[in-house]
């Protein structure tokens, strides 16, 4: 186990491993407010020329600056996979409550059970079994909130339920996941039509934004990290017209990565909304590559898995 280790002892432990700082008290208080484990073992792979020891002339503040850049990409993609997540739980409460009413998303047969299609007894159970376990959810958290939300304990008290256009307020984006795929396909696919896409797309943009939306919310690494390999993006126009390589029959960028997530939210959100994201995110692409020197932005894109024209991602979807 790792022995704690003053702010002097960190800095001489970077020191030791070739790690340049110019500013040892500006570097204390990065360190102090900001968390060793954080910044270097968050961030120094990229640096590193070896196991322990870094590239010649290394020094903290490009450690820094990757780390505040990846800080402000968990707040860029954040704030506009919250616009989607509104989105969502607007256009599925109304497409749900418009076919099965105020108050029927208790009811097993409101789902895609497959009373009506032809599958295997295996397949019609797992089924039933997901949809069990999501009302178990929606009934466990309508019952915290009764103490907790004045608008919850208002509906129960006063009718003896709440709408899910108002209890859907407290799903957390992955029940909303489970909810929209267990829905029936035909209202899956006027949520999907709504948002000019199929309702298999959107099923994987939601995995994916949802995927990230925890990663940023908990203060997790982004730049660089993929979702796992079950989770992926359909193909769609945007891997054709960046010319993104295929790997066999699997394009390599752009399925399971962040710019997997760029392009779904060029999907999903309006052109004005994606512009002004877009541009933030090239804003601290740019502010990031004044502060390297050991590395350039390049090694930093490829490592994000962007493809080399992913700036191209910027024109209009009618493009």
């Avoid at 204390?28 to 073992?41: A, D, E, P, S």
């Avoid at 769609?236 to 295929?246: C, E, F, Q, T, V």
Wanted: proline share 2%; with cysteine.
């Amino acid at each position: 186990m790792k022995q704690f280790k003053t702010l002097d002892e960190q800095i001489n432990l970077l020191r030791s491993r070739g790690v340049i700082i110019t500013d040892t008290e500006d570097t204390k208080k990065k360190l102090l407010t900001n968390n060793y484990y954080n910044v270097i073992n968050g961030y120094k792979e990229p640096f590193l020329k070896d196991e322990t020891n870094y590239m010649d002339g290394t020094t903290f503040d490009e450690i820094f600056a990757l780390y505040d850049f990846d800080r402000a990409l968990r707040d860029i993609f954040l704030k506009y996979i919250l616009k989607i997540e509104n989105t969502l739980k607007t256009l599925i409460s109304y497409y749900f409550s418009m076919h099965h009413g105020n108050d029927n998303y208790l009811k097993i047969d409101c789902f895609e059970n497959f009373n009506s299609v032809k599958v295997s007894e295996k397949i019609k159970l797992n089924q039933i079994k997901h949809i069990q376990e999501l009302i178990i959810i929606i009934q466990q958290k309508t019952s915290t909130s009764i103490t907790t939300k004045e608008y919850i304990k208002h509906y129960m008290l006063t009718y003896g339920f709440v709408p899910l256009w108002v209890l859907i307020n407290i799903f957390s984006f992955g029940d909303v996941s489970k909810f929209f795929e267990l829905m029936n396909q035909k209202e899956r696919n006027l949520v999907a039509k709504h948002l000019n896409c199929r309702e298999d797309e959107l099923m994987q943009f939601i995995k994916i934004m949802n995927f990230y939306r925890n990663l940023c919310a908990h203060d997790e690494r982004v730049y660089n990290t993929k979702v796992p390999k079950y989770i992926y993006i359909k193909d769609n126009i945007y891997h054709k017209k960046l010319n993104i390589k295929r790997q066999g029959e699997m394009y390599i960028q752009g399925k399971n990565d962040l710019f997997a997530l760029i392009i779904s939210l060029k999907n999903l959100l309006d052109h004005d909304d994606f512009i002004t994201m877009y541009n933030k995110i090239y804003g601290r692409i740019k502010s990031l590559e004044k502060h390297l020197h050991t590395l350039n932005i390049q090694d930093i894109l490829k490592i994000m898995n962007f493809p080399d024209n992913w700036v191209e991602i910027k024109s209009p979807k009618s493009a």
